[in-house]
């Protein structure tokens, strides 16, 4: 490249913004962005060795997947640091973790641990439930299974609505309604088994916004560099509302009755919900609390609309869901979902009772041997996101960091579940569910990141699409386990067809996935 393709791009701008890292003795220089004839649009150039002067600027693109980010290195005599396309300097880890959007991701991973723990209770609760009513296996899969059936409405219409309105009211109107089931449930239990599994409906239509809101605003507050960081804090605080919900479930209902937990996690949803309204937006460009700095840097590296534009133009018509399922990447993100959750209902709603069968421990530490591995779930989803965004800056494609992310997520917990069949003591099989559970939050940052990639525009709707088969095949692992012990005599064979269906789906999920934005609004692409 030669000083000839320099042009300027607003220098002012970027000199002040530069200004501020820098040593009070640097000039302020001008920053340029450079355009060449011989470089197209979809090149990747490694970082630059071109200077335009001893503190000038340089520029390369780096192509991630189907998102191109423009970037300039600015250099001085102190150092070297990135400023997005505007001028405006990449933050620190003290900026990026007291920064707005990290506030929001916070509310989101709370919200996703009411959500979470306001499901397993029922987990918990089945046991005494069972002994107290006479219920079998099958029966107590099919109350457990109850939630599912609320969770398989909601999803897509949710999606379509997230896309529409944006995550802030959707997320507001569905910790509502959820708080409020798990807050009836004492009372439905007492007066009816119709009105119980009603409830347990109610709270399942309720939290299917859940994921979607998620995914929405995440793709709304984050550049693509930093959105895996986000998953994997949101779905942290989902993974341990699992853990806290497990372990103090036994405790309050050894001090409050079987019912209590139900009270006051549904009032602990109402409490986050006062805040909620209060102190969030759908997106940075409606925040009255973000700083023009921060404000500034999100909009220059995201490659996804405001609400407020074009991202609701998209949405104002029926979705287009023929094109959405013609496209075999949609199809990759629907199986991987679908064993996702597959496993982790699976894992969830019959781990208790299979410490309890066939180690025959007691309740409380049945739940606690189930609970652990929910704990690592957290600690290693946040550490997938942060080794996948690392990975992307390091301009290893968006297609193989999710295919990578994915194979662990996947093919790892398909060989724990073979140890776990094998292990003899409740310790060791807790440690190799630990393992299984562990490793499948690496698919966070495979399917779910990848949702946001393939389609911006319609991340809400085909997110609910896809948990609409997860929903469908949790549905069926859940029902299913009880129904194949009540035939077979053995949970340990249903853990092994379920690791040869995580095998099955990795594979399926490696050879369709793609990391690039797939044209879905053109008929003829179909």
């Known amino acids: 490249m030669d000083t000839h393709s320099l042009s300027t791009l607003n220098p002012r701008l970027c000199s002040s913004s530069i200004a501020r890292r820098r040593k009070p003795n640097h000039r302020s220089t001008p920053c340029y962005i450079g355009f060449s004839s011989a470089i197209t649009p979809t090149q990747r150039l490694a970082p630059p060795s071109f200077n335009a002067s001893a503190g000038g600027a340089a520029l390369w693109r780096l192509k991630t997947g189907g998102l191109e980010l423009n970037r300039l290195r600015s250099s001085s005599n102190d150092g070297q640091f990135l400023v997005g396309l505007d001028g405006t300097p990449e933050p620190s880890f003290v900026e990026f973790i007291t920064s707005e959007r990290v506030k929001v991701v916070a509310m989101l991973a709370l919200a996703l641990a009411l959500c979470n723990a306001d499901r397993v209770v029922m987990s918990v609760a089945i046991v005494p439930l069972s002994q107290s009513r006479g219920w079998g296996p099958s029966f107590a899969g099919v109350v457990q299974s109850s ?131 209060s102190a969030t937006s759908s997106s940075p460009d409606r925040s009255r609390q973000i700083s023009k700095f921060e404000l500034r840097y999100i909009q220059s590296t995201s490659s996804v609309p405001s609400i407020s534009k074009s991202g609701a133009e998209a949405s104002k018509g029926i979705p287009p869901f023929r094109r959405l399922l013609s496209k075999l990447p949609t199809w990759s993100l629907i199986v991987a979902n679908a064993m996702h959750s597959w496993g982790f209902f699976v894992i969830l709603s019959w781990m208790p009772i299979y410490f309890k069968t066939i180690y025959h421990v007691d309740l409380r530490h049945a739940a606690w041997f189930s609970a652990i591995p929910w ?63 562990g490793l499948k939050a690496f698919s966070h940052c495979g399917f779910l990141v990848n949702l946001q990639e393939i389609a911006p525009q319609y991340s809400g709707v085909l997110h609910g699409m896809s948990n609409t088969g997860g929903t469908l095949a949790a549905i069926i692992g859940t029902v299913g386990a009880g129904f194949f012990v009540e035939l077979v005599g053995s949970f340990r064979g249903f853990l092994l067809l379920t690791s040869f269906l995580y095998f099955s789906a990795a594979v399926f999920y490696n050879v369709f996935s793609t990391g690039e934005r797939v044209n879905f609004d053109d008929e003829t692409s179909a």
């Open 147 to 277: 939630f599912l059936w609320g969770y398989l409405i909601s999803p897509i219409a949710g999606g379509t609505l997230v896309d529409r309105y944006g995550g802030k009211v959707v997320m507001a109107w569905g910790v509502a309604l959820w708080s409020l089931a798990t807050f009836l449930t004492p009372w439905a239990a007492e007066s009816s088994l119709l009105a119980l599994l009603a409830t347990r409906m109610l709270l399942g239509i309720a939290e299917g916004v859940a994921l979607p809101c998620m995914n929405n605003m995440i793709a709304r507050w984050f550049p693509q560099t930093e959105r895996s960081r986000a998953v994997g804090l949101a779905m942290a605080g989902f993974q341990l509302g699992s853990a806290i919900g497990l372990t103090l479930s036994p405790i309050l209902m050894s001090q409050a009755g079987i019912y209590g937990p139900f009270v006051i996690f549904g009032l602990f949803g109402f409490l986050w919900l006062l805040v909620w309204v």
């Open 375 to 437: 704990s690592m779930m957290a600690l290693t989803g946040y550490l997938a996101g942060v080794l996948s965004d690392m990975m992307i800056q390091r301009g290893i494609s968006v297609t193989l960091t999710r295919k990578i992310m994915q194979s662990i997520g996947f093919f790892g917990p398909a060989l724990a579940l073979v140890w776990l069949t094998m292990a003899r003591s409740p310790f060791i099989a807790s440690a190799w569910l630990t393992v299984a559970v």
